[in-house]
């Protein structure tokens, strides 16, 4: 198995999950932070198998709640269903159309805090809800359909830049080979 | 459909992560500290860009305005150290009352400065990371204000790092006292607003309470937790609640918890 690809997505969502801690401008503007896991979910599930899907919602979830006050733990499971009911369906979806990105993006940016609310609400703990939640929530599912074609084409020049080019055949064919001789 | 072995895999994660989410409040505080831990290089160089980026700034400063600014910190010296001999004296006054009173001495606040080195990334918590912890002294529930007024509390520490819960959130309720006529409440988040308009509810006043807007909110000392007299802000309306049997009131920080750099930590 090449582990190239699931490599650069942990790299990729460590700095996401950093980024989202140390950087507020964002959340200055827009009165939420955009959250790019979900994001790298859909790629994942798109593009790589079951282990890339596992280990980004288990390391990317564990992250996540490492730099907040989230139970750990709490984000795991709806990243990973998340990324399971995509993969279920990959073969029945446009993988490579930006639209269809955008709109599994978006579905994702808006079903992952929905889901960690859910098991947030059933564990017991009293988040910070009210009308203002909706506009964060439209943020999150809006930065989740802009983010996923980004991601799409990080990870394309990335695997262009680091894995091993496919051999292409060459141009030479022996049966078309002009045979000079003596005439 | 699923393989087998990858059915078994998955199972695993789903009861390793609820088993997780079952851990008790300190141990999962010690493991998220740990977790959070494999962030402290990349903090590390942030700080170090940030600390460079000042100097370079500073290296950019006139000669003439530096001096002009070190002129004006000399005087603003003196003045308070001024200040601070007339303090002293007051302090010495107090104690000595009291002791006569009998009434227990009060002690001075032992403040640490600390440096943000992150936010909560989740959209329904307020808290943020600093880089104080175990090692400088630091231990939960202590106190974290700026000069202008109160930041929250210390609600998880690490050796070299702590999370501080800030006022807005949920999980941090404060006992505060109106400056003007002695009301007491209890300040709660305040769900509708964004957490950078600064604003915050101040809940449980009674119902005849003399409580205006423009009049100034600091925290009552009940609890424990927070000492008196701790900046908190100041009132910008209020309204009647439970058919006139209590009120509540709308508190704007003093802080602007959204621009927050340094903080400094009270150590017990």
Redesign the interface.
Known sequence: MNWLPTLLILAVA??A??L???C?LL??CL???I?LLPALMVYASLTNG?ASI?LL??CG??????????????S??PL?VTG?LIYHSRELLLRRSVFAQVVLGMMAGAAQ?LG??F??LN?GR????????LW?WIV?AAGGGALTPLCFQLFDRLHDALAYQPVTPPAFRADREIKRGRL | MLKKSHLIFLLVLVVLALALLKLPGETMGKFKLAVSGLFLPLFGLTGSAHELLGEAREGLTPKRELQRQIDQLQRQAQEQQLLLSQDAAVWAENARLRALVGWPRQTRWKLKLARVISRDPANWWRSLEIDLGARDGLRTNCPVLTAAGLVGRVQGVGQTRSQVVMLGDPNLRVSAVVTNNGEVGVLFANSSMPQEDGMIDLDYLSGNSLVAPGQSVETSGDGGVFPRGIPIGRIVDVRSKDYGLSKEARVKLSVNLGALEEVMVMIP
Do not use: H, K
């Not at chain 1, 979830?61 to 709490?74: E, Q």
């Not at chain 1, 009293?126 to 939640?133: A, C, D, K, M, R």
């Open positions: 460590y700095l999950v950093f989202e801690g140390w507020g959340r200055y009165g939420a932070q959250d079951l596992v919602a288990f979830g564990l992250w996540f709640d490492s730099l907040s006050l989230n139970p750990l733990g709490v795991v499971l990973l399971l805090p960690t609310l098991l947030l564990l009293l988040p910070l809800l009210g009308w203002f939640s964060q999150l």
